[in-house]
Each structure stands twice: as C-alpha cells, then as structure tokens.
C-alpha cells in the first residue's frame, strides 16, 4: 500500500506496522515449531485433507500440491484445496492443522457459508477498490477536487470493509478444522494444543491487514478534513 504525504499524519501507521510485523514473525515461528513435531496420526497433510472431505461427503474437490511455502488456500471456482509442498507431504502438526484449515474453507462452501458468500461476491469491487483508490485520491489532492478525494477513500473502504468481511471467515474454517481433526481422532488433546497455536497465529495476519487498513482509513480522512 503506498504510504505519502509524509508528515505526522504518517504516526497512526505505527501501532499497526509494528502489528503486522508482529504477525508475520509469529506465524513463522509458530509454524517453523510445530512442523518439526509429528502428528499423533501419522497422516500427511494430503491424506487429513482426504479424510475430512470424504467425512462431510465432499466428493467434488481435490486436493492437490503448489509451490511454495504457506501458500495453502481453497479455491472455491476450482473446487481444489491446495496444499504448499510441505504441508501436502508432512505429517507434522503444523501441516495437518492447515490442511483442516483449508478443507474448513471447503465445508463452508459446501454449507453456503453465508460470509465466505459475502467475501466471493465482494471480492471485485474490493479487487477494483485496491487499484484506483490511489491514484483518485492522489489527482484530487493535487487538483484540490474534494469530489475526487472522496471517491478514492470510498474505493480504499471497500478494501477494508473485504478484509473485514473476511475475519469471520478465517475464523470460523480454523473452529472447523479443530472441531474435525478432534472428532475424527486425528490430533490427540496435545496435538489439538499445537495446531490451535499454529491457526491462532495464522489468524493474527489478517486481524494485522484489517488494523492496518483501518489505521490508513483514518488517516486518509484526516489528509482529506485537511485539504
């Protein structure tokens, strides 16, 4: 997100840039820990991910591999969970606990999950609302046309209001996950306390972004009352 105007307007990023730094450092450690510590089940990340679709009769989503480190996610248009190189063949705590993550995100579009509709349905506008909010607010402030300004804090809301939209989402696929890996006896009550810690500290990015974009709304206000 671009960061201008320097001046002391440029404070209220702070608490939040100091967060979402926090964030990323806690996400890595807590995962980098519980990837060395084996599951009570043995299963890799791809065979839970298997089982659990298979335990709410989904039998129309794959579960496949993608490059990368953390770059797990469940596409909905697809119909895949895709589960980084690690975590698709470990059988770690950490792995196992986010591929119930993902399959979380499965279940819910399976159950019409009313807020994982909500966040497909508004990711355009927000997607449209990422790349112009910029550059809008920036030709107002520089042509003094408050209309514009406006405009551009209305396209940047929309990017928060996503993330918003997107808590409750994250939130409830990681109860879900715990709620399976327990019920199906994948994770014994010490490995439960593992994979809670590694699906916390994942939440915690996104409660960064959302505090982060929240903190830049405030200031675009101020940058906006200003002019």
Known sequence: MPLFFWDSTM???????????????KIKSTFKRYSKIPSNSGM??????KKLLERNNIFDVEVEEVKGSLTDHYDSKEKKVRL?????????????GVAAHEVGHAIQDNKQYAPLRWRHTFYPVARLGSKLWFWLF?????????????VGIIFFATTLVFQIVTLPVEFNASSRALAQLS?????????????????????????AAAAMSLSQLVRLLILRQRN
């Not at 890799?44 to 991910?49: K, L, S």
């Not at 975590?87 to 950490?94: E, G, H, L, T, V």
Request: glycine share 8%.
């Open 84 to 96: 980084s190189e690690l975590n698709f063949r470990s059988d770690s705590i950490a792995s196992i």
């Open 11 to 25: 404070l209220l990023l702070v608490p939040a840039l100091l967060f979402g730094v926090w964030a990323q450092w």
């Open 183 to 207: 019920s199906g006896g994948f994770i014994s009550r010490d490995d439960s306390d593992g994979a809670k810690a590694v699906l916390n500290a994942a939440a915690m990015t996104y409660l």
């Open 44 to 49: 890799t990340g791809y065979q839970v991910a």
């Open 138 to 150: 920036l030709a107002g402030m520089f042509l003094a046309i408050p209309a514009l300004i406006d």
